[in-house]
Structures are given as C-alpha cells and as structure tokens.
C-alpha cells in the first residue's frame, strides 16, 4: 500500500491520507492553504479510514469554513500567553501526576512538563506522560482530569469502550469533562487549543 493518497470526497473536496507510524488512531488536521489531512496508523487501509471518517463531515465541513476565512482575511490576531511560573508548574504537576499515580495504582516512566501549543497531555507507547504547563491555569477538577486521562493511556492504548469505562470509575463522567474542557483554549491558541499556524482542529487533544 502507498504512504500516502489524496481522495476527493464528496462536500469536502481532495483529502491527504497519510500513514503515520507514530499515530495510534485516526487523526484529521485542518490547515490553512494545505487542506484536509488524515494520519491513517499503521494497520489500517485507506478505504478503511475513508469510511471512518464520514461521521465526521460535518465536524470537518464546519472547520474547513472557517479555514477558507482565514485564506481570504489571514489569521485572527490571537491574544497574547499568559506568563507562568515554569519551574511552579513542573513542580505541582509532577506532584499531582505522582499523588494520582499512587492513589489509584498507576505507574508510568517519566513524566515532561512543557508549554505546548496543541495538546493538553500526551501517553508515549512506552508511558511516558507529557503534560502541558499550562493546566496549572485550569481547575483543578479539569487538571486531574487530564492527569487521569494519559495514566489510563499507560494501561489501554486507545480511546475505546474499555478505556471510558477506566476513566470513568476514576472521575465519574469523564464525557462530560471532556466536553467542559472543550471550552478551555490553549493560551495563545485559536480554534479550539490550535495556534492559526498549527491545524485549525483536530479530533483529539490527547493521546
């Protein structure tokens, strides 16, 4: 099978399949003057993805407007980022991540604090945890949400049945904080916790 090739689906124009050994599911980005992209993971045909991705037209329909804005107009002018204390972030979040661990009998093997522009927290197939300084600015409940999100990642490697299942026992309705953390923007980000230079969306903030 090729590395890559551009489909033309219907109400959405051409779309860039690509395979990413580095990806663990289906992954679309928006960007501006390149278009729709879809990180296809190993395993896993383009016919396949293809058909994965028609629940979604809408959610990319909805983006590509936006992004066709921005090709005319250029990129909003986005709010500058707060200034934070790194060195206080790392420090409470590696707590946090190392109390949450404990608690309810996870292990990991090294966790990196760092500002990022595009994702909340990330799980490496090897568990070791990112998690973005900037939660430190979030509440707390949000916080830990994230935390526990990427310690059920060291144990179910994807994002189906079993691993909500996980996540809610530990912090009740994990859907619904999902959903609240949607309204949260990275600081210094747009559209969603993307830069106007990174994807204008993607379908998920963590990994």
């Known amino acids: 099978m090729p590395s890559s090739a551009t489909i033309d689906i219907e109400g959405i124009g ?31 045909s383009f016919a396949k993805a293809e058909k994965l991705i028609e629940g979604k037209l809408g959610w990319i329909k909805k983006h590509l407007a936006r992004l066709r804005r921005i090709e005319r107009n250029g990129p909003p002018e986005l709010p500058p980022a707060p200034s934070i204390d790194r060195e206080a ?24 604090i760092r ?12 568990n070791a945890i990112s998690l973005n300084a ?16 990427e310690l059920v990642h060291t144990r179910v490697k994807n994002h189906g049945p079993r691993f909500w299942e996980a996540l809610d026992r530990l912090c009740g309705n ?29 379908l998920s903030l963590f990994e």
């Open 134 to 149: 900037y939660l430190t600015l979030l509440p707390g409940h949000l916080a830990d949400y994230v935390i526990l999100h």
């Open 14 to 44: 051409p779309v860039l399949f690509e395979t990413s050994r580095r990806a663990k599911h289906l992954s679309i980005s928006i960007r501006p003057f390149k278009g729709v992209r879809v990180a296809v993971p190993r395993g896993i």
């Open 174 to 202: 994990a859907r619904a904080l999902r959903k609240e953390m949607r309204g949260h923007s990275i600081p210094g980000t747009a559209a969603g916790n993307q830069s106007a230079n990174e994807p204008v969306r993607q």
């Open 89 to 112: 972030a790392r420090r409470h979040l590696t707590a946090r991540l190392a109390e949450l661990a404990a608690l309810h009998g996870f292990t990991y093997s090294r966790v990196t």
């Open 115 to 126: 500002c990022q522009k595009t994702r909340w927290g990330s799980c490496s197939a090897k």
